[in-house]
């Protein structure tokens, strides 16, 4: 077994346990987070044929850290997303864009990976595009799923929605997630390169 997905295995355990000591609403927090055991279910059934770059594992880390930050407080109230909005001026705490700007960011590698890797996609235009498709697809599927939870939960949804009073908050995290798959394939893609020519088989 891959000592790395061990050592996720560890962090996300503690990260976990600390997020969920006492959050606000248990079912919503269980929703929050739930995106890092699921991803992490998907790691470990593909590690025997799929080893991922330290990289890509590592991004993945910290997006789990995200979600349990989020899911500890309900992204609309987390602490440190007050202090931003305060020293920025903003009118929201902005700690919901960060999570899908992540939601963006690291995913985008991870699909840059398998395209490359398991697609055959060639590096260019094509890659790119598919990438960037691929995140806003993710996006686009989690926004339905926020959006089941409302249609059943009512008014209970309130807090996993984090619309904070804005009509137009699915289409800013869906463009916020857009900025951060821009961001990563802008700033990591070289990095991404060496780190399959080290890695990959």
Same mark, same amino acid.
């Given at each position: 077994m891959d000592r790395r997905l061990i050592a996720l295995a560890l962090v996300w355990a503690v990260g976990l346990a600390a997020s969920g000591w006492a959050p606000p609403d248990r079912a919503t927090w269980m929703l929050?987070?739930?995106?890092?055991?699921?991803?992490f279910a998907v790691l470990w059934a593909l590690a025997p044929r799929v080893r991922f770059t330290g990289l890509v594992l590592a991004l993945v880390g910290f997006h789990g850290l995200v979600l349990m930050l989020g899911g500890a407080?309900?992204?609309?109230?987390?602490?440190?997303?007050?202090?931003?909005?305060?020293?920025?001026?903003?009118?929201?705490?902005?700690?919901?864009?960060?999570?899908h700007f992540v939601q963006g960011f690291v995913p985008a590698l991870a699909f840059r990976e398998?395209?490359?890797?398991?697609?055959?996609?060639?590096? &260019?235009?094509?890659l790119v595009g598919?990438? *960037?498709?691929?995140?806003?697809?993710?996006?686009? %599927?989690? #926004?339905?799923?926020?959006f089941a939870v409302a249609m059943t939960a009512g008014d209970g949804s309130q807090a996993f929605l984090g619309t904070q009073g804005d009509e137009w908050d699915a289409q800013w995290?869906?463009?916020?997630?857009?900025? &951060?798959?821009?961001?990563?394939?802008?700033? *990591?893609s070289r990095a991404h390169?060496?780190?399959? %020519?080290? #890695?990959?088989?």
């Open positions: 929050e987070v739930a995106p890092a055991p699921i991803a407080y309900t992204y609309a109230e987390v602490p440190v997303g007050f202090a931003v909005r305060d020293w920025l001026g903003l009118a929201r705490n902005p700690y919901d864009r960060f999570g398998a395209l490359i890797r398991f697609s055959g996609v060639r590096r &260019g235009v094509w598919l990438t *960037l498709a691929c995140c806003l697809a993710l996006s686009a %599927a989690y #926004e339905l799923l926020e995290d869906m463009l916020s997630c857009l900025i &951060g798959a821009v961001a990563a394939l802008a700033l *990591l390169d060496r780190a399959l %020519a080290q #890695e990959a088989p």
